[in-house]
Each structure stands twice: as structure tokens, then as C-alpha cells.
Antibody
Framework: EVQLVESGGGLVQPGGSLRLSCAASGFTFSSCEMNWVRQAPGKGLEWVSYISSSGSTMYYADSVKGRFTVSRDNAKNSLYLQMNSLRAEDTAVYYC?????????????WGQGTLVTVSS | DIQMTQSPSSLSASVGDRVTITCRASQGISSWLAWHQQKPEKAPKSLIYAASSLESGVPSRFSGSGSGTDFTLTISSLQPEDFATYYCQQYNSYPPTFGGGTKVEIK
């Protein structure tokens, strides 16, 4: 069974940093491309970032470019999102999502999410 | 960026009703469209990919159609567990984008 479990969310002040993690199991993580998608409270879904299976290629939404960095450790079956210079508008539940059906941006499995709150 | 517009934004329906949700892309996306279901306080779940292909385990009462710019999600006979918010998503090009969602509520 595919499982994605996020952790690392919490309350952080504006301008602060946070590192999210996503632990993957039930599939060959090193062969799969991965994404982060977020959802502000009461709002819709917004794609944040993509990383290739090897970790050599990354893409970002314009809203986080230059502030967020996606990475992965295939030996640990883990995906990460380093978030710096956080703003109030980054407050959201962050989901890791597996890319499926041979597409970079089709999300076939989602984690349960971790809440990030940016507030003073 | 490709804009995805869903309608309606919400609807009320009864168990057993046929429900149709539409999604329009601001430019052609071929069949690179997915539908995701999200229940309150839960993660999204993928239902349909490539506009009309059901993910494994998804009941056959769900169906999708369309190509180019206009798409529909149909639930042939609404069940109690189908009350949720549905999002369309294009994955034709960077950045992937979602529709605003359609909340299906109990009438």
C-alpha cells in the first residue's frame, strides 16, 4: 500500500524557516517523481514544487521561487521542502504527492498533509 | 498560466441523483486533465486521469469526458460517501493548475 506521511509543520514567525518531510513507503520511491501541493485554510489547491526521481531537476511555483527548496534522499525514502523567508500567505496545509501515470504533474497519491502557520 | 474554471462552485443534490460538474481550461490541454475528490479535513484523492480514465478502485458511477478546453465529471447515482469537494486539474504544462472546486452538498 502506498503511504506518504508528512511531518515538520508548525507555527513560525514571518521571515522564519521550516523544513517539511515526507516519508514514503509501499512503492519504489527512487523511481518516482514527487511534488508538493498546498492548500490555504478554506481555499483551493496550489501546486508548489516538483522534483525528479534522481533529484537532479526541480521546478517551483513563482510564488515560492527563491524561497523554497525541494530535495529528496532516496536511501531514506524521504522528500523534503525547505521553506525560508516565510510569509503569512504561505500559511497552508502542505501535501506531498506522487507523480503518476508517467506524468510530472499528475498526482496519483497524496499524503495526509502537515499544517504550516506563519504568524507573529 | 492555464486558468481552470469550474462550475458550479457548489450544488445541492439528493442520494441517487445524477450530478454533472464542468471544468473549462483557458487554453487547450488535450486530455491532460484530472479530477480529485476531497472530503472535509482529508487529503485529496485522485479519481480520474487523462480526462476519462478511472483510477483503480474508483466506483464506476464516476465518469469523465471531454478534451481540448471543456470537460465534465459525472456521478451517475450520488451516494452518501460522494458528498465532498471536487477539483479539476490540468497537467498539460507547467505550472499545473487547479479549478476552484465544486462542493457537493446534501439536499
Amino acid at each position: 500500500e502506498v503511504q506518504l506521511v508528512e511531518s515538520g509543520g508548525g507555527l513560525v514567525q514571518p521571515g522564519g524557516s521550516l523544513r517539511l518531510s515526507c516519508a514514503a513507503s509501499g512503492f519504489t520511491f527512487s523511481s518516482c517523481e514527487m511534488n508538493w501541493v498546498r492548500q490555504a485554510p478554506g481555499k483551493g489547491l496550489e501546486w508548489v514544487s516538483y522534483i525528479s526521481s534522481s533529484g537532479s531537476t526541480m521546478y517551483y511555483a513563482d510564488s515560492v521561487k527563491g524561497r523554497f527548496t525541494v530535495s529528496r534522499d532516496n536511501a531514506k525514502n524521504s522528500l523534503y521542502l525547505q521553506m525560508n523567508s516565510l510569509r503569512a500567505e504561505d500559511t497552508a496545509v502542505y501535501y506531498c504527492a506522487r507523480a503518476g501515470r508517467r506524468s510530472l504533474y499528475y498526482f496519483d497519491y497524496w499524503g495526509q498533509g502537515t499544517l504550516v502557520t506563519v504568524s507573529s | 498560466d492555464i486558468q481552470m474554471t469550474q462550475s458550479p462552485s457548489s450544488l445541492s443534490a439528493s442520494v441517487g441523483d445524477r450530478v454533472t460538474i464542468t471544468c473549462r481550461a483557458s487554453q487547450g490541454i488535450s486530455s491532460w486533465l484530472a479530477w480529485h475528490q476531497q472530503k472535509p479535513e482529508k487529503a485529496p484523492k485522485s479519481l480520474i486521469y487523462a480526462a476519462s480514465s478511472l483510477e483503480s478502485g474508483v466506483p464506476s458511477r464516476f465518469s469523465g469526458s471531454g478534451s481540448g478546453t471543456d470537460f465534465t465529471l459525472t456521478i451517475s447515482s450520488l451516494q452518501p460517501e460522494d458528498f465532498a469537494t471536487y477539483y479539476c486539474q490540468q497537467y498539460n504544462s507547467y505550472p499545473p493548475t487547479f479549478g476552484g472546486g465544486t462542493k457537493v452538498e446534501i439536499k
